[in-house]
């Protein structure tokens, strides 16, 4: 039997210049703008340019997406509830508690890249890191004093903050972090069940409380910039839309208000 010859793949097409993406920074380092005059009088330029991305909208998104899944689930398992089904409860609950820890996760997750955002901004002294690593602090502590020296925060807000920082980081640390072990059985605070501890603890109340604190918080920061500060002001005033498209989406999700609890500027 003759072998049949295998078609050619298709190369793709080189790419010409840099693609841009709404929300990117762009900037030329040290040495990368670069013009040469060579022995034969010839001149050649190269230019050398980098690229960040601020990934806190993108992470604000995901909750979202998956905050509306998890409240979906939830309308699914009551009405199951009501009918009876238990069945078809127990698949609307488990719905619920895979997208209430992954809306959780993109909650916790987004303040982390807001925190990554601000040192790209802030100074943090090298002797508060070594503390910071010898005395292992907290994840919610660093970001919290991050955001200190960033924003202008009342020292009541920052407290209130902190507070929120410790609750959002300590949930989603029993997601990614999770433990098998037995525990006792527990009275499901929104349905009619007793069962496993971490059915009621990922359950969309806490998913959209996570999502809320994460899109007020890091909105109204926005805001609250310090004077001391005018490349990170004028870097929040271009994706200032992003924020705001997400706070809009909250708001049409939750029917909550996302600028409920703003923080006081110093």
Wanted: hydrophobic share 45%.
């Amino acid at each position: 039997m003759t072998n049949m010859p295998m078609p050619e793949p298709i190369s793709p097409a080189v790419p010409k210049g840099v693609f841009i993406m709404k929300g990117m920074r762009i900037r030329i380092p040290a040495g990368g703008f670069r013009i040469e005059i060579h022995p034969n009088g010839s001149q050649s330029t190269s230019l050398t340019i980098e690229l960040a991305v601020d990934f806190t909208p993108h992470w604000l998104s995901c909750a979202l997406e998956h905050l509306g899944a998890a409240q979906a689930a939830r309308a699914a398992a009551e009405d199951s509830a009501v009918r009876g089904d238990e069945q078809a409860m127990g698949e609307a609950l488990e719905r619920e508690v895979r997208a209430s820890m992954q809306a959780i996760v993109g909650a916790a997750t987004a303040f982390d890249a807001f925190y990554a955002l601000l040192l790209e901004y802030v100074s943090i002294p090298s002797d508060l890191v070594r503390r910071w690593k010898k005395n292992r602090t907290a994840r919610h502590r660093q970001v919290a004093e991050v955001m200190r020296r960033a924003i202008r925060f009342s020292g009541e807000t920052l407290v209130g903050v902190q507070r929120v920082l410790s609750e959002v980081y300590r949930i989603r640390d029993m997601a990614v972090h999770p433990s098998a072990a037995f525990g006792s059985v527990v009275r499901h605070p929104g349905l009619p069940i007793n069962s496993d501890w971490r059915l009621a603890a990922f359950r969309v109340e806490n998913a959209r409380a996570a999502v809320h604190s994460a899109v007020s918080i890091i909105a109204q920061c926005h805001e609250l910039v310090r004077d001391s500060h005018p490349a990170l002001r004028k870097h929040f005033s271009e994706v200032k839309s992003d924020i705001e498209t997400v706070v809009q989406e909250f708001e049409r999700q939750t029917g909550l208000q996302a600028w409920d609890a703003r923080p006081a500027p110093a």
